[in-house]
């Protein structure tokens, strides 16, 4: 009786560890990019956990057991955008700095995935205080952080004013992009676009 009593707790010490402990990586990454293909294909409210699953080629445990709702995966993978942020443009000069930047987000804005998923998701958040308050966050630590670092070199540079109003200076720097792409969702820039938006950008800067 002692012997057969003893065994189940023998075997237990011995189980493998299980759950988060044994979460992989690569089948992380591969559900975030299967959402991002789900998003720009049927969009927020179409999206399903199946869907996910699917194309991420696991079952669908394997997304609850890392994000307990689609809501839930969407703010991760937005919150996820809003930590890598854009690169800092270090040119040593304004136009540089703006003429780099809006061609990084010119190309990211216009690229098929994201030119389907921001205005759903800007939609949703008209509906979805949580989605709102994430986007909000991302753009702010993502495009305004980036901007930020512009207005201040140049002002430490001398070419912008030191008291600067830097609020109305990101609004100007980071508008018009999101104007053609997001809003009226113009599908291709007119030859020269970038280069004329650069000069006048910065000329409305300095004017500040």
Known sequence: MTTNA?????????????????LREDVTEAIRAA????????????????????RAGVGKTAVYRRWRSKLHLVLDLVSAIAVQGLPAPDTGSLEGDL???????????RHPVASQIIPDLQAEAARNPEIAEAMQKALREGQDSVA???????????????????DLALDLISGPLY???VVIR???????????LTRATAAALKAL
């Open 6 to 22: 003893e065994e189940p707790k023998t075997r237990t010490r011995r189980r493998a560890p299980a759950g988060a402990a044994v």
């Open 35 to 54: 959402v991002f293909e789900e998003l720009a294909s049927a969009g927020y409210a179409r999206m399903s956990i199946e869907g996910i699953a699917r």
């Open 99 to 109: 003429r780099l930047l809006y061609e990084v987000t010119s190309r990211a804005l």
């Open 148 to 166: 930020s670092g512009i207005v201040r070199s140049a002002a430490a540079r001398g070419e912008l004013a030191a008291d600067i109003d830097e």
């Open 179 to 181: 104007w053609r792409a």
């Open 186 to 196: 113009a599908p291709k820039l007119p030859k020269g676009y970038l280069a004329a």
